[in-house]
């Protein structure tokens, strides 16, 4: 749950045995599942101890992605590759914005927004992003 992105094998599930042993749950579950699926819904995966199947955790968002089983490898090194081309500042900053606006008021969002999209518009990948796009080629980003 503590990861950005997640690809699950269709035969894998989620579960919370904490109950089931007499134990509350530890290293952050309590957290993750209430930001991610809502109060009422992680009260009841932490009480009842019910298996969430790959496809329930992509609806309830606990995964992005899930693949069959024999294609597991392929598929999430096939997307890492997939996302390792993109910006790498456009990617680092998406997740500061998230980041930041996961606790914030509409207004400072925006303001954070514009904030760190001018710090990528003076970037030499941004000039690289626009000069490939107008030349119809792949961008050769450098991280700067």
């Not at 045995?17 to 007499?22: C, L, P, S």
């Not at 914030?104 to 690289?128: F, G, H, R, Y």
């Amino acid at each position: 749950m503590v990861c950005d992105l997640s690809v699950m094998s269709e035969e894998a599930y989620y579960y919370q045995a904490f109950a089931a042993i007499g134990l509350v749950p530890d290293g952050g579950a309590s957290w993750h599942l209430l930001h991610t699926v809502g109060r009422k819904r992680a009260y009841e995966m932490i009480v009842s101890g019910e298996k969430i199947s790959a496809e329930q955790c992509r609806e309830l968002g606990l995964c992005n992605r899930v693949v069959a089983t024999d294609e597991l490898l392929t598929e999430t090194i096939s997307w890492a590759t997939e996302l390792a081309a993109k910006a790498p500042l456009a990617l680092r900053y998406s997740k500061e914005v998230l980041n930041f606006s996961q606790n914030s008021s509409l207004t400072d969002a925006i303001v954070n927004e514009a904030a760190l999209q001018q710090a990528c518009v003076l970037t030499e990948d941004a000039t690289e992003g626009i000069q490939a796009f107008m030349e119809k080629r792949a961008p050769r980003w450098k991280g700067r």
